[in-house]
Each structure stands twice: as structure tokens, then as C-alpha cells.
């Protein structure tokens, strides 16, 4: 079996604010917390929600070697109320070992959250 690293920053760009030039939420995870805290659902591993204001959740994947980004999704809402069902993150720009992946959300979300095929967990070091 061959040990993949794998890099997945889920980043949540804010709503633009006169204040605040830019915003990044971004969160990590090791493979074992994925595991141990993400919820199976199916195929897929499913991160916690999110309390955050944003308008597009991003990622990127650092894979230590040539591969394919694993299919990643994110759902929203606004306060409780579904933004969105689940959709993939895009790739935008992927180089050998290093991609990355945006989902524009329909609006302004308050919570966000991330799945993961469960079979690519294995080759997750970290998200």
C-alpha cells in the first residue's frame, strides 16, 4: 500500500465587508481525526458544521505525489434553513501534486460543511 500525502485546506472566503479587506476561515485535520470525529454517511465521511459567513468554500489538496484530488463536496445554510444541497468543489488549478477546488455558494452562508469519499481516506494524511 502506498502512503499518499494529502494537504486539503477548507477555506471559506467572508462576505465583503467596508471593514475588512479579506477574511480566510480555514481549518485542517489529520486522517485520524477524520476517522475518529467525521460522520460516515454512505460512501462519504462527513466534517461537523461550520459557523462561518462566507460565499464560497475552497480547498487545497497536496497529494506528495501525482494523483487525482478525491471528490470533495460542501453543503450551506442560513441560519438552519438549507442553501444548497451537496456540490462539488470545482478544480481550478491542479499541478502534478497540488490542486485546488472552489465551490461558489448561491449566497451568503452562515454555516458550511465538507464531505469525502470514506475511500479516500487512506489516502489522506491531512485536510
Do not use: F, K, Y
Not at 4 to 28: F, N, T
Not at 38 to 47: A, F, H, Q, R, T
Amino acid at each position: 500500500m502506498r502512503t499518499l500525502l494529502l494537504v486539503l485546506a477548507m477555506g471559506c472566503a467572508a462576505r465583503p465587508s467596508p471593514d475588512v479587506q479579506s477574511h480566510d476561515e480555514s481549518e485542517r485535520a489529520t486522517a485520524d481525526e477524520i476517522a475518529a470525529g467525521w460522520i460516515i454517511e454512505g460512501d462519504w465521511l462527513l466534517s461537523e458544521r461550520r459557523v462561518v459567513e462566507a460565499t464560497r468554500v475552497g480547498a487545497l489538496v497536496l497529494t506528495g505525489v501525482p494523483a487525482e484530488m478525491p471528490p470533495l463536496e460542501a453543503r450551506a445554510w442560513v441560519d438552519d434553513a438549507a442553501l444548497n444541497g451537496w456540490e462539488a468543489l470545482t478544480p481550478t488549478w491542479s499541478e502534478e501534486d497540488h490542486h485546488v477546488a472552489t465551490l461558489e455558494l448561491p449566497g451568503v452562508a452562515t454555516e458550511v460543511q465538507l464531505r469525502v469519499r470514506a475511500d479516500a481516506l487512506e489516502l489522506l494524511q491531512q485536510l
